[in-house]
């Protein structure tokens, strides 16, 4: 478990990547907030949380993967996992932050996920026809 990164991720550089090219500026890893988010937009007062799907048990095929070695263990550490992020999605709502999340799962279509966050914050993503 030691050398499982909790930042700088192949998906949460995926995000970044994407973000950037949404012309999106942002701040990483801010202590300061519950949770401590991957990636924050602190003018907009937003959160962004890129999720593994089996560490925090999305209901996607590989989130829902139970493991077959120790399985009492992770069943409880993934409960807890969900639970801490229900509760750090409570506290930066009640401080006033929006709270998005990003699973590991949905970038396999990385444009879909670019149209979803321009969306979200209101900006042209690379390929969107003008309106």
Not at 73 to 85: L, P, Q
Not at 91 to 102: C, E, F
Not at 108 to 120: H, I, N, Q
Request: hydrophobic share 35%.
């Amino acid at each position: 478990m030691r050398r499982v990164a909790s930042s700088g991720t192949t998906p949460e550089r995926t995000v970044r990547r994407l973000l950037t090219a949404l012309g999106l500026r942002y701040r990483l890893q801010r202590k300061d907030l519950p949770g401590r988010p991957d990636i924050v937009f602190p003018g907009r007062r937003t959160a962004l949380f890129v999720h593994g799907c089996f560490w925090h048990g999305h209901d996607c095929p590989r989130g829902a993967r139970a493991p077959k070695t120790n399985a009492d263990y992770w069943r409880v550490k993934i409960a807890r996992n969900r639970a801490r992020d229900g509760d750090t999605a409570e506290a930066l709502t009640a401080l006033g932050w929006r709270v998005l999340t990003v699973w590991e799962c949905e970038l396999k279509d990385p444009d879909a996920v670019s149209a979803r966050l321009g969306r979200e914050f209101g900006t042209r993503f690379p390929g969107q026809a003008r309106e």
